[in-house]
């Protein structure tokens, strides 16, 4: 019987050490193998694929044969309504940082407190995240149809003087979606948090509490640094996933009233799937791709890095 | 627990056989199919009155033609657009699928993705006459309509009534005062579901064919020329319409048909009073109403001529449906069963279910609703048919042309904006 890299028993124990060697990288290599056999179909071939396809002027039917270079990035780069998209996903990062961040922290701490009903209020604000993206927004839509549940819930209680055409105004209907999408992942920020609060340990709390620090001291300097690499996470996540917006926006108005509400997803589906630009679509897939890969990594190296090589000891210290 | 190399290898050598021995076999499987000929079909008709005239109209097919077998796949309207020239692309394309005629058949025949009927359908296509025209791609047929309709005014009489409207408009200035007349009554004049740029696109295409002649018109879909005039006129007389705030609270992010509080939605439940679209509005509408029934106070008339234009009187934006047959096809059977679509019994029932306006001369008796009726009657009047221009114009120029003017509508261009807009889209490759 021959072993399986073609050499006898007899050999193989003539020289153990390399068989034992070579068996155990073919192990490694077939064990591996369908992993990266899928990784390399799936993920890497596309985005050369894509890359490629970028290249031309293709309207999804024909030969590939009318390359134009660099010409398609140039004209996206050169597109106002394509700089549009790319500044209200710019924008959308900052919201979400600004106000999420505080939003989810505070509802945190609060939930982290022993609350009667502690446990159905957590449940009422993860809610929204299980919902699908799709179901969110067909469900908002409604409520903000006009003369729809917002309006007539504002003008209930009186503040009917507030009412607007929430998702037709050119210069509402963007932070319209961002009141939206903050219901929707809010509970997701929660959630990391709580879990980022309870591996706090309780006696470090004690500890500043019997060296005098206010309870506002106290989330100053252990609270907050012990909850770094949780927030942290929980940004480079809310950054990603606002430069990538897609579904709710799409479903909700379509990147519309006259582009008031796209992103570059919605840019790039408009381009692809209703107008055929195969191409051009491809070329403005492969910029979102470069500023997405760009972003991680400088966030790797510039902002988990620390949470990585000196972990969370190292900071209270 | 540790697999021993040979049984690993066993298990490589077994799977290998396995993959093997099921090729083969899935390989003889197609072998026996391939001796009787198989027609895929991808229609888009999942709801409505069309879907059990359907079903009817494959298995009758079926029985006729013994040695096809007929596979039909229903595809939602939307879906339609990206998974056409998905399939087109792959080694598996449909054989007979929607096509709409136009600038994206005109993509398909230049890709070689479709097939030249001229010589299988010359015996019938004359009974269809001029409605032809619009799936053919340098006078040769690549496709075939089963039905063709009109845009207009879809409108309540009620509403009109109580306006003091007593006549419908029948010059621009005359659908102005119109407007301004429902305005004064307390009556939101007109819907349009902004949210879905094509509904704001038919004024403006409207108003290009009652203000450019014929032969721009037609041009414009060979050399994608907007030098003329007219097209910058089109949206000033746009213009004059959007000044009178004629539309819905919120009209921007209106949906075209989905809902009851879309444009149609508003239409059927009596909240405005005109609305601007294409024959198959009633269907859309009754589907939105409580009783599921086409309201009883919906009228129909044409869009207004321009007076002292170049357009002839009476020219009419409308666009159909028909069936191509791709590269690989078989044929006949692929144009068999377009002869069937066409046949005056098929035809008939597509007019008498209300599912459509039939194409074939002699049957357009059997369409017994009376507004359709007068919608039928212009289509068979009309000196000149344009295409809608969003399906006229190759895809990518077409939707630049609806954005563009939902740009208008916003506010957002001026009507040069809107024709420097398309003349560059057109220049893109």
């Known amino acids: 019987m021959t072993t399986l890299d073609g050499t006898t028993a007899g050999r ?4 153990p050490a390399v068989v034992r060697l070579r068996r155990k990288w073919l192990e490694i290599g077939l064990f591996l193998a369908p992993a990266i056999a899928l990784y390399v179909i799936f993920l890497i071939v ?10 031309y002027a293709w309207n999804g039917l024909e030969e590939l044969t009318d390359f134009v270079g660099l010409g398609n990035y140039r004209e996206a780069f050169g597109d106002p309504d394509f700089r549009q998209a790319m500044q209200h996903n710019g924008i959308l990062v900052v919201l979400s940082l600004v106000f999420q961040l505080p939003l989810a922290l505070g509802v945190a701490l609060l939930l982290n407190r022993r609350l009667p009903g502690r446990s159905v209020l957590r449940l009422i604000f993860f809610m929204p995240y299980v919902l699908s993206e799709a179901i969110t927004a067909v469900v908002f839509l409604q409520i903000l149809q006009p003369d729809g549940l917002a309006d007539e819930f504002l003008r209930r209680i009186g503040l009917g003087g507030l009412v607007q055409l929430w998702l037709a105004d050119l210069q509402l209907v963007f932070f319209t979606l961002f009141v939206v999408i903050t219901w929707k992942y809010i509970g997701f920020a929660i959630i990391l948090f709580l879990a980022g609060l309870q591996g706090i340990p309780r006696e470090l709390h004690e500890a500043a509490a019997m060296d005098g620090a206010s309870s506002w001291r106290s989330l100053q300097y252990v609270t907050l640094p012990l909850l770094g690499p949780t927030i942290r996470i929980w940004a480079f996540l809310a950054i990603i996933g606002s430069i990538q917006l897609f579904d709710i926006v799409w479903i909700m108005t379509l990147g519309g009233p006259a582009g008031a509400s796209s992103t570059m997803a919605t ?22 791709f470069g500023i997405c890969f760009v972003v991680s990594i400088l966030y790797q190296l510039l902002v988990l890095r620390r949470d990585v090589i000196g972990g969370t000891a190292k900071m209270v210290g | 627990m540790k697999i ?3 049984k690993m290898w066993k298990l490589l050598v077994l799977a290998a056989v396995v993959g093997v021995a099921a090729t083969l076999l899935s390989a003889a499987g197609t072998a026996a199919e391939k001796q009787s000929v198989t027609l895929v079909w991808w229609h888009n008709v999942t709801q409505g009155p069309g879907v ?16 096809i077998t007929l596979k039909v796949v229903p595809l939602q309207n939307e879906q339609f657009r990206t998974k056409i020239p998905i399939a087109l692309q792959s080694n598996d394309p449909p054989d007979v699928f929607q096509s709409w005629g136009g600038g994206g058949l005109v993509d398909q025949q230049k890709a070689g993705k479709v097939t030249d009927l001229t010589k299988y359908v010359a015996p019938w296509i004359k009974t269809i006459g001029g409605s032809a025209a619009g799936w053919q791609v340098n006078g040769k047929q690549y496709a075939v309509p089963y039905s063709v309709g009109v845009v207009g005014f879809w409108f309540n009489k009620q509403l009109f009534k109580q306006a003091g409207v007593s006549a419908a408009p029948k010059t621009w200035p005359q659908f102005l005062a119109v407007v301004s007349k429902l305005k004064n009554a307390g009556i939101t004049p007109l819907s349009v579901g902004g949210k879905d740029t094509w509904t704001e696109a038919f004024y403006w295409d409207y108003l290009a064919v009652k203000l ?5 018109m037609q041009q414009s879909a060979v050399t994608y020329s907007f030098k003329d005039p007219c097209w910058v006129k089109a949206g000033k007389y746009l213009q004059q319409l959007l000044d009178l705030e004629p539309f819905q609270d919120g009209f921007l992010a209106t949906p075209a048909q989905q809902t009851p509080t879309s444009a149609a939605g508003l239409m059927a439940n009596a909240k405005v009073a005109m609305e601007l679209q294409g024959h198959w509005d009633p269907g859309t509408m009754a589907a939105l109403t409580p009783d599921q029934k086409v309201p009883g106070f919906l009228g129909w008339f044409p869009f207004p001529n321009v007076p002292g234009s170049k357009a002839v009187p009476g020219s009419l934006l409308g666009g159909g449906d028909g069936y191509a047959c791709s590269s690989q096809a078989p044929q006949p059977a692929c144009s068999q069963l377009l002869a069937y679509i066409n046949s005056p019994s098929v035809q008939r029932r597509i007019g008498s279910t209300g599912f459509g306006l039939p194409v074939r001369r002699g049957t357009q008796s059997s369409v017994k609703d009376p507004n359709l009726g007068t919608v039928l009657k212009f289509r068979t009047t009309s000196p000149f048919i344009q295409l809608y221009l969003d399906q006229a114009y190759s895809a990518a120029i077409g939707q630049a042309l609806n954005t563009a003017i939902g740009k208008q509508f916003a506010g957002k261009a001026t009507p040069a904006q809107v024709v420097a807009e398309i003349a560059k889209a057109a220049k893109k490759k």
Do not use: W
């Open chain 1, 46 to 55: 596309p985005v050369v694929q894509a890359v490629r396809y970028s290249l």
């Open chain 2, 4 to 6: 021993s190399h040979t």
């Open chain 2, 212 to 216: 450019c002649s014929k032969s721009v």
């Open chain 1, 12 to 15: 193989a124990s003539a020289r």
């Open chain 2, 52 to 67: 059990k005239l359907y079903k009817d109209i494959a298995s009758e097919f079926q029985k006729k033609n013994p040695d």
């Open chain 1, 267 to 288: 840019y790039m589906v408009d381009q692809g799937v209703n107008s055929y630009r195969i191409g051009y679509a491809t070329s403005v897939a492969v910029i979102l």
